[in-house]
């Protein structure tokens, strides 16, 4: 989810909220929802977030990601 010139626990709870990772639920690959800010200002993306998405207790955990 990307969000501009909000943050990317908002982007991260949009994705919680509306459920898009439901749809892959029976997927046996791994998930993951990646929160994106994208600055108009700057006109780049300021800051992400990748969180897995685990399917039995259908919550976030922090993944550490390089930048």
Do not use: M
Not at 7 to 20: D, P
Not at 40 to 64: F, G, M, S
């Amino acid at each position: 989810e990307i969000k501009i010139n909000d943050t990317v626990e908002a982007a991260l709870q949009q994705i919680e909220e509306k459920a898009y990772a439901r749809k892959f639920a029976d997927d046996p690959r791994k998930l993951f929802k990646i929160g994106v800010r994208f600055s108009t200002e700057n006109r780049c993306i300021e800051d992400w977030k990748v969180a897995d998405y685990t399917r039995k207790a259908c919550h976030l955990q922090d993944v550490p990601v390089s930048r």
